[in-house]
């Protein structure tokens, strides 16, 4: 179906007030009026920078997967390659360049894999998920002061059990995941 994704029903703003500004959150309060007339006086969206990850698949058929520590659920966990785009920066371009700075993988032939929203009722961000086939690794990891990622290879088998055995806890890296295998892309 075309143009499901539209703008009816949508909310008029009548005051909005940020209430805490960071690099990595930004909290707004809105005051707004339903199409039926009703106001809301307290609604927050959490405003955050487009994100990307990446299906990164090598030249040999393994899936580029990263470990890493999450402290909101004070888990290690497995992921696909992920990251925020930078200003100036389309989402390709970031993809790209997470890629090769989280796992040192890069080249491949790349295309984009959906968009999706963490949670479109409070956060203003989407995520751009790409397919990168056929990468290979090209440098070493160039981390964050703040990141500690393994990189570790993946065999389809192992994805698929991680995905059925409820491993992938960031659903925006498990949606792409789950369309890549329902289409075998």
């Known amino acids: 179906m075309e143009n499901a994704i539209t703008e009816e029903g ?5 005051d909005s007030e940020y209430l805490f500004r960071r690099p990595w959150l930004t909290v707004r309060h809105d005051k ?4 039926d007339g009703r106001i809301n006086p307290e609604y927050y969206i959490l405003e955050y920078p487009d994100w990307i990850n990446i299906l990164a698949i090598t030249e040999n058929g393994k899936f580029v997967f990263e470990r890493q520590y999450r402290h909101g659920l004070g888990k290690t966990c497995y992921e696909i390659p992920a990251g925020v785009i930078e200003k100036g920066e389309t989402p390709i371009e970031a993809a790209r360049r997470e890629l090769l700075e989280e796992t040192g993988y890069g080249e ?3 295309s984009s894999l959906m968009t999706i929203s963490g949670n479109p009722s409070t956060t203003s961000n989407l995520t751009h998920c ?12 160039h981390l964050d002061a703040t990141e500690d990622i393994t990189v570790c290879l993946l065999d389809e088998s192992q994805v698929k059990d991680l995905l059925a055995g409820d491993q992938i806890r960031q659903a925006l890296m498990a949606a792409p995941l789950w369309k890549y295998f329902a289409g075998k892309l």
Do not use: H, M, T, Y
Not at 10 to 14: P, S
Not at 32 to 35: A, H, S, T
Not at 134 to 140: D, L, N
């Open 10 to 14: 949508k909310w008029e703003v009548l």
């Open 32 to 35: 707004v009026r339903l199409p």
């Open 108 to 110: 491949g032939e790349w």
């Open 130 to 141: 790409f397919l990168a086939r056929g990468v290979k690794k090209i440098s070493g990891q």
